[in-house]
């Protein structure tokens, strides 16, 4: 990815979401026009600079109406004494803890809980929010979306390793042994992290 990717893709976004709240309260269909050619820029700058292809590109901000926000994301730890549970997404084949976006009419901790249960098998419940984090703000792959990512502490409960549509393995690592992380997801720094938080629940919740 080239190097000004990062702020390229910061700079388009914030076209896409002036064009998206644009078309959110506009009454003039003139305006509409305009904000609708907004957005056309954006998946052409993508195209052109990045070497999306044009249909992924276009496809990335398909259905984003409204109010443009950021989107909201949860990961669970579930920590063994000082390992951790990973999932290994078949995307990408990389490891990751289990987690991600929340659905409509979930709770944050009842999401999180039903993705690691989903993506690992295991049952497992929120004891803490240690961090909330804008993706933004730390060293993951540029990515087209604003994302928050909230970081659970949670309690194993019972169930046993089981892959899930979008994971192809479970296992327990060390934390001082991690296998090749899904950066976009989760740094090792975050685990580290998180793990401190296990070890000193009086910790303050981390943000931004």
Request: glycine fraction near 6%; include cysteine.
């Amino acid at each position: 990815m080239p190097a000004h990717a990062a702020t390229l893709i910061e700079w388009l976004r914030k076209v896409q979401a002036i064009a998206q709240n644009g078309l959110a309260f506009t009454q003039d269909p003139f305006d509409r026009e305009r904000y609708l050619q907004l957005q056309e820029l954006a998946v052409s700058a993508l195209h052109t600079e990045l070497e999306v292809p044009l249909a992924s590109a276009r496809a990335m901000w398909e259905g984003e109406h409204g109010y443009a926000t950021p989107k909201v994301d949860v990961r669970g730890a579930v920590f063994q004494g000082e390992r951790v549970l990973l999932v290994r997404e078949r995307s990408d084949g990389r490891w990751t803890l289990p987690g991600g976006w929340v659905d409509v009419n979930d709770t944050p901790s009842q999401a999180v809980a039903r993705e690691i249960l989903e993506e690992s098998g295991y049952q497992a419940r929120a004891v803490k929010l240690a961090a909330l984090v804008d993706k933004n703000r730390h060293p993951h792959p540029p990515g087209i979306h604003h994302i928050y990512k909230l970081l659970f502490l949670c309690e194993l409960l019972g169930g046993q390793a089981a892959t899930g549509t979008e994971t192809d393995a479970v296992d327990f690592f060390p934390l001082t042994a991690l296998p090749q992380l899904s950066a976009g997801r989760i740094l090792a720094s975050q685990i580290e992290r998180l793990y401190q938080h296990q070890c000193d629940r009086t910790l303050a919740t981390d943000f931004d």
